[in-house]
């Protein structure tokens, strides 16, 4: 499989109409995914095992929270997050269950973000904004997608990808200044919050829309 045919694959398994998919940060990113999934696609290791690579990493983040590691962990569990994926289409292995596991386990990782983010410090009531926020993003998502046609929805301003260099970058900061990885949180419950709207905005209008 090239990277055109995977790019075709995944858009039509997230609902895009034929002819359309990703583009711009989105295509960018599921290439990277389709390269770096290349080795385990070769050594023929199931995507469900993949999956667990990002939620090993999380939990290192956690543990080393206050070590200029817990950001670089955080980083690699987002990378790691679409190798499950691009090595299920890349097999022709793509499952219902594998996308509930793949789904179930990023929210188990992103709580584990959070955790890290709370044990180094950060500002309780600004970090639980942003997760709450976060979540209600993602299940107003996949209700919209039971609704609608497996529809994958709009590409928000604050995905999972953004979360994590939030994050992690907060973590990395308040090694060395309490105030700049405040900021980094305080930006994050910000982007987090425009983002929900828009994913709200956009699955009323889907919805209204499908009932004409």
């Not at 389709?34 to 090993?56: C, E, H, M, N, Q």
């Not at 999380?58 to 679409?82: H, K, M, Q």
């Not at 990808?161 to 994050?167: G, H, K, L, N, S």
Request: hydrophobic letters at 55%; charged letters at 15%.
């Amino acid at each position: 499989m090239n990277h055109r045919e995977y790019l075709e694959r995944w858009s039509s398994l997230h609902g895009y109409q034929e002819g359309k998919g990703p583009t711009g940060i989105a295509r960018g990113y599921l290439l990277i995914n389709f390269y770096l999934a290349k080795p385990f696609v070769v050594l023929r290791i199931p995507a469900d095992v993949v999956s667990l690579l990002g939620l090993l990493l999380a939990c290192l983040a956690l543990l080393e929270r206050n070590t200029l590691w817990a950001p670089i962990f955080i980083l690699l569990s987002v990378i790691s997050d679409g190798l499950d994926g691009a090595v299920a289409i890349a097999r022709d292995r793509a499952t219902k269950w594998g996308a509930l596991w793949d789904s179930t386990l990023d929210r188990i990782v992103e709580a584990l973000w959070v955790l890290t983010a709370y044990f180094a410090g950060v500002p309780t009531w600004a970090l639980l904004i942003a997760w709450c926020a976060a979540a209600t993003q993602e299940y107003a998502r996949a209700r919209l997608s039971s609704l609608v046609d497996n529809e994958i929805g709009v590409v928000s301003i604050c995905e999972r990808p953004v979360r994590a260099i939030f994050i992690a970058i907060a973590l990395a900061l308040g090694i060395y200044n309490l105030d700049l990885q405040n900021i980094s949180i305080f930006l994050w419950m910000v982007f987090q919050l425009a983002a929900l709207a828009q994913v709200i905005k956009y699955s009323y209008q889907r919805l209204q829309k499908s009932m004409m």
